[in-house]
């Protein structure tokens, strides 16, 4: 069946270190993958997208990879700051358009 | 930067009231949706709209729910008979594109039955 997971659901990092967060999604038929970051009492934000035809992007201090071999996908944040404190879903599309959500991973950034 | 809006933030509503969700998505974004996310829980879809009409829905979106976009501008989520299970924040995105576009919230409704 569909579903995309994220494999740890609390990830707690100190203020300046690299955030991995990774996920794992099943529908091999997907072709464009986003991460969200939500925070307390707002919608999800997107952060950054990647397409089935690429396996790796960057952005402003993230980075995505998608691994399609393994159905694996990642979100690198260089020099966490407390502000990236959120929950984080990976999200996946096909050709109908909606989004299949992960189960989504805290970030919690010690100062 | 354009954003979409709904509103309320917030809805407390007895059970079997009807409610009504509204949503201002990005002016220039041709496809509409809405999903739902149980406290605690991941994001779910529930429908999605494009050239007034509804494009896919899933089996949350039974025949109490029903989506509308009255005019340019807003795109509505009505649930008839509330159930308590329907409690949850329901969120509106949209985006300009079916495929290969990220598709924008808004900071979403919070549903409370009682």
């Known amino acids: 069946g569909e579903s995309v997971g994220l494999h740890l659901p609390t990830l707690s990092v100190q203020e300046g270190d690299n955030s991995i967060i990774n996920c794992a999604y099943s529908n091999s038929a997907s072709d464009y993958f986003i991460w969200y970051k939500q925070e307390s009492g707002k919608g999800p934000q997107f952060i950054i997208d990647i397409r089935s035809n690429m396996d790796k992007r960057q952005g402003q201090r993230v980075t995505v990879l998608l691994n399609k071999t393994v159905k694996h996908l990642s979100l690198q944040i260089a020099a966490t700051q407390p502000g990236d404190s959120a929950v984080y879903f990976c999200a996946e599309t096909g050709n109908t358009g909606k989004l299949i959500f992960g189960q989504g991973t805290t970030l919690q950034v010690k100062p | 930067e354009p954003e979409v809006t709904q509103t309320p933030s917030h809805q407390v509503t007895q059970m079997g009231q009807e409610v009504i969700l509204r949503c201002v998505p990005i002016?220039?974004?041709?496809?509409f949706y809405w999903y739902r996310q149980i406290l605690g829980q991941k994001v779910e879809f529930l429908v999605s709209?494009?050239?007034?009409?509804?494009?896919?829905k899933s089996e949350i979106f039974d025949d109490q729910f029903s989506v509308e976009r009255p005019d340019g501008s807003n795109f509505t989520l009505k649930i008839r008979s509330t159930k308590l299970e329907d409690s949850a924040m329901y969120f509106c995105a949209s985006t300009r594109g079916a495929e290969g576009q990220p598709q924008h919230f808004g900071d979403g409704t919070r549903l409370s039955i009682l």
């Open positions: 709209f494009y050239n007034n009409e509804i494009s896919e």
């Open positions: 002016s220039n974004h041709l496809y």
